[in-house]
């Protein structure tokens, strides 16, 4: 019983840090180069000319906040919303450039288009991130537990976390 | 296990503020950083018209070819001027020439995936100082298909 | 545990295939000044391989460029580079140019090199087109002249197409920064002309072409 809620645990600690690394790592690679990352999403033409640098400036430093927001209890389950938040968005703005048949790349990255990955392995990590946040944020807002243990305390507090 | 949750209030504040505090490296970003983007309307897409939308119209149409010489050569839409980036200069006085108030011009390259026309027409927008240009959704491509579906 | 932080590292960072010809960059950003006429951007790559891999052909996206490898076969361990030759006349502003380099190995057989410039414009000329319809009044219109680096450009002599048009040069008081006033003798009838304004540009003279009509 005390195996099962350790290993959750550190999965859960897993997650959380690998989320969190994806989202920093996406929102710094745009912040050095902003301009680039407004060209990228001027290719997938949702918004307006002119509100993409707007967008461009903003976006990245969402992503660097919500990422390191995760390991800051009192801050957790914001950042979690606003990660699911920038997932869902993600997968419809890339869904919708597939739909009109862009031909772009995802600019997930930072640069408009310099050998990266397709738009459909883009969608599939964005849903892949999606599913990860969700399940971090149903851990931490679900059950009154669950509330509890997004306290910090190591699962069950009489037995010490097995390894 | 339920998939839907109302939304607790101390989220959405702590996202809120999230937000909030997202903005102060945003405005610092977006006043000093040396690669921030130019906010210029002449960088603007140039707006796209679909082939019905271009040859429907009430006023005359002047078409722009923005693909190669060779290219070109092989084939283009009836009455359509030559102009691509790299012979600008020569491409150019055709262009000039052909112009009268009232026409639209609309620039096509080779299908949808294509920049060139989009470079080419906003440069025309540009240098030329003229608002009436865009381009043609599905490019070259697009004109064959209309040929081809016509009775 | 070890095994469960691999396996979500792996599923978070995308799976570059193990390339045998190992590339110090593969997209650059050049630099470009006024007055340039060509760029030249040099790709360093080593054979990483135990094997030699020959070089099957190396595609410019356009026929703007002008590349060359050294040899077709490196050895392994064997160093070489991919020159691309970019003649710049005629294009201005921004510019994305690739390279497709292919080979024989069989898990990267083509890999991509991209060069991004910048292409400054020397003599930004706002607008080039000034025009005026039959029956309007034939007033004067002007059009502004910028020189990008004024200490490299000079504006010259300019010279009118046809007699019905004249054409004056204004110096602001901006250094580099001139108005060409342009008049109509009268608007009755369609004309097409230029007016051609001499630059030196980097000690080399050039011409830059307005084009003025009745239409």
């Not at chain 1, 999965?11 to 710094?28: D, I, Q, S």
């Not at chain 1, 419809?92 to 397709?118: Q, V």
Request: contains cysteine; proline residues 7%; neutral net charge.
């Amino acid at each position: 019983m005390a195996r099962g809620a350790a290993f959750e645990t550190v999965a859960v600690w897993m997650a959380r840090t690998a989320l969190a690394a994806v989202f920093v790592y996406a929102g710094a690679v745009k912040v050095l180069d902003p301009a680039a990352f407004a060209r990228a999403i001027d290719h997938f033409r949702l918004l307006p000319h002119l509100l993409a640098p707007a967008m461009a400036v903003y976006l990245p430093w969402v992503e660097i906040v919500g990422g390191v927001g995760l390991f800051w209890p009192r801050g957790r389950a914001g950042a979690l919303l606003l990660l699911l938040g920038l997932c869902l968005l993600f997968c419809a703005a890339i869904t919708s450039a597939l739909a009109r048949g862009l031909d772009i790349s995802c600019g997930c990255f930072g640069d408009g288009g310099e050998s990266s990955p397709s738009l459909g392995f883009s969608l599939l990590r964005s849903m892949f991130l999606a599913l990860i946040a969700w399940w971090l944020w149903w851990r931490e807002t679900g059950t009154p537990a669950g509330e509890a243990r997004s306290a910090d305390s190591p699962g069950e507090p009489t037995h010490p976390p097995i390894d | 296990m339920t998939l839907f949750r109302i939304l607790p209030a101390r989220a959405l504040s702590q996202a809120a503020w999230l937000l909030l505090a997202a903005w102060v490296p945003a405005l610092l970003t977006a006043m000093w950083h040396p690669r921030r983007p130019t906010w210029g309307p002449e960088n603007a897409p140039v707006a796209e018209v679909t082939w019905s939308q271009a040859s429907g119209g009430a006023g005359q149409v002047l078409w722009i070819d923005a693909r190669s010489a060779t290219v070109f050569a092989g084939g283009h839409v009836p009455g359509a001027l030559s102009l691509n980036e790299a012979e600008w200069e020569q491409g150019l006085p055709a262009v000039v020439k052909a112009w009268r108030p009232g026409v639209k011009i609309v620039v096509y390259c080779d299908d949808r995936a294509c920049e060139a026309s989009q470079s080419v027409a906003r440069r025309l927008r540009r240098e030329l100082g003229l608002d009436e240009v865009s381009v043609l959704k599905g490019g070259w491509r697009a004109w064959l298909e209309a040929q081809h579906s016509k009775p | 545990m070890k095994a469960l932080l691999r396996f979500l590292s792996a599923l978070v960072v995308a799976a570059v295939p193990a390339a045998a010809l190992e590339w110090s960059v593969q997209g650059m950003e050049l630099k470009t000044v006024v007055g340039q006429e060509k760029a030249v951007a040099v790709f360093p790559f080593r054979n990483r391989s135990d094997k030699p891999v020959r070089i099957i052909s190396v595609m410019p996206s356009c026929s703007c460029m002008a590349t060359a490898p050294a040899k077709e076969v490196y050895a392994p361990g064997e160093a070489g580079e991919i020159r691309v030759e970019i003649a710049l006349s005629g294009y201005v502003g921004r510019l994305r140019r690739s390279v497709a380099v292919e080979t024989d190995e069989a898990a990267a057989r083509f890999a991509d090199l991209t060069m991004t410039l910048d292409i400054p414009e020397a003599v930004v000329l706002n607008p080039r087109f000034l025009f005026w319809e039959v029956g309007d009044k034939p007033e004067e219109k002007h059009l502004e002249i910028v020189a990008t680096e004024p200490a490299k450009t000079s504006v010259g002599e300019i010279v009118s197409s046809d007699p019905a048009f004249q054409a004056r040069l204004e110096a602001t008081g901006r250094p580099g920064v001139f108005r060409l006033w342009v008049r109509p003798k009268d608007t009755q009838s369609r004309i097409d002309a230029t007016i051609r304004l001499n630059v030196v540009l980097v000690g080399r003279p050039e011409t830059r072409v307005v084009y003025v009509a009745v239409k």
